[in-house]
């Protein structure tokens, strides 16, 4: 099983609730790629910086997919799949992985793409979700038995569900 903590920080720089986005800058981004040893000395342009936030999305509509939210994956998919190519991800038999051949910032988010792509491929990533409240979003492990995490918290978000669900079902009765 793969590391795919890589992936949901990606996805998580975009925090919805506290409406916080660690990209709103070119450097923001190299800052945060450098910090994981993802890039090295590269200047990121604004069409990178456009190009990882489109990613960071497409990955996001893929784990609210895989908690069950009606989402359309196909634009995400080809979305990847330019990225992917765009890194020039090729397997390394020694490492066995996908490694990509680009530098720069398409070969920084092609790295995160290929931690995608074990997962897919070793069975871990339908463990991998984003929060079913669409204000919030946060991508997650789901670690229970049966795949039945929902929300990032049932403190926050699920209260919330249950509280507005409770709410409304009340209403129509009244």
């Known amino acids: 099983m793969v590391d795919q903590q890589l992936v949901l920080d990606f996805v998580n720089t975009h925090h919805r609730l506290e409406a916080d986005d660690a990209f709103t800058t070119p ?3 190299a800052a945060w790629l450098r910090e994981r040893d993802l890039l090295s000395g590269t200047a990121i342009s604004p069409a990178d910086l456009r190009e990882a936030k489109e990613v960071r999305e497409a990955l996001r ?3 609210l997919a895989n908690n ?3 989402v359309d994956t196909a634009p995400a998919v080809e979305l990847l799949d330019r990225a992917a190519r765009r ?3 090729e397997p390394s038999f020694g490492l066995a992985a996908l490694v990509p051949a680009a530098g720069g910032a398409a070969g920084a988010v092609g790295r995160i793409l290929a931690v995608a792509h074990a997962a897919m491929a070793d069975g871990s990533w339908p463990r991998l979700k984003a929060c079913r409240a669409r204000d919030c979003e946060w991508a997650f492990a789901d ?8 929300w990032c918290s049932m403190r926050v978000c699920g209260n919330r569900e249950k509280v507005r669900s409770y709410r409304e079902r009340h209403r129509s009765t009244s």
């Open 143 to 150: 670690h229970a038995r049966n795949h039945s995490r929902a």
């Open 27 to 29: 450097a923001g981004l």
């Open 87 to 89: 890194a020039r991800l």
């Open 61 to 63: 509509t893929l784990l």
């Open 68 to 70: 069950e939210v009606d």
